[in-house]
T-cell receptor, first 114, second 114 residues
Framework: GENVEQHPSTLSVQEGDSAVIKCTYSDSASNYFPWYKQELGKRPQLIID?????GEKKDQRIAVTLNKTAKHFSLHITETQPEDSAVYFCAAQPRGSSASKIIFGSGTRLSIRP | DVKVTQSSRYLVKRTGEKVFLECVQD?????MFWYRQDPGLGLRLIYF???????EKGDIPEGYSVSREKKERFSLILESASTNQTSMYLC?????????????FGPGTRLTVT
């Protein structure tokens, strides 16, 4: 089955700098890759996603890139702000999975230093 | 706005007790999911359901069962609670079509088994 690995597990960056979180997946047929953000004490929420027919997607300060050949995808946050502090989860959806289930990575705790 | 609610935010049970965690969604979503969240392990799928009375095992179903008698409600059952089931439990729902695979999460239930 699908396996998603996420690195690093913790990341601390200076406010205003960029942050990059990387994930790899094992099932080459996976076709949907969402990223969820979970602020302290709150529920995870989708922040951006990418499908396998697209190499890059941007939404203001966040972007996701996908390299299908290497089976890895990354989240890029530019001009980081204190409100970016959270745990970020990458995920992958295997093609043909029933109920559109997704497999999550282990999470990255991002801290923004003032 | 999608609303996913869970019956309890905090629950304390004794070893061997039968425990019911309930989840309700109000958006007529086909798919519902139960995850447990543990530090460093991300979100691990316990069970999911793609229709009323339909269910499938996720990655860690041992010690759990589920029930979906109505479309809006998905229950997680711990037949005989054990201390290693102390965790945060998150429910989610999704439309699950190519239009949207986004999962909407409930606030979570922190279960402690003593």
């Amino acid at each position: 089955g699908e396996n998603v690995e996420q690195h690093p597990s913790t990341l601390s960056v200076q406010e205003g700098d960029s942050a990059v979180i990387k994930c790899t997946y094992s099932d080459s047929a996976s076709n949907y890759f969402p990223w969820y953000k979970q602020e302290l004490g709150k529920r995870p929420q989708l922040i951006i996603d990418i499908r396998s027919n697209v190499g890059e997607k941007k939404d203001q300060r966040i972007a996701v890139t996908l390299n299908k050949t290497a089976k890895h995808f990354s989240l890029h946050i530019t001009e980081t702000q204190p409100e970016d502090s959270a745990v970020y989860f990458c995920a992958a959806q295997p093609r043909g999975s029933s109920a559109s289930k997704i497999i999550f990575g282990s999470g990255t705790r991002l801290s923004i230093r003032p | 706005d999608v609303k996913v609610t869970q019956s309890s935010r905090y629950l304390v049970k004794r070893t061997g007790e039968k425990v019911f965690l309930e989840c309700v969604q109000d958006m007529d979503h086909e798919n519902m999911f139960w995850y447990r969240q543990d530090p460093g392990l991300g979100l691990r799928l316990i069970y999911f359901s793609y229709d009323v009375k339909m269910k499938e095992k996720g990655d860690i179903p041992e010690g759990y069962s589920v029930s979906r008698e109505k479309k809006e409600r998905f229950s997680l059952i711990l037949e005989s609670a054990s201390t290693n089931q102390t965790s945060m439990y998150l429910c989610a729902s999704s439309l699950g079509t190519s239009a949207s695979y986004e999962q909407y999460f409930g606030p979570g239930t922190r279960l402690t088994v003593t």
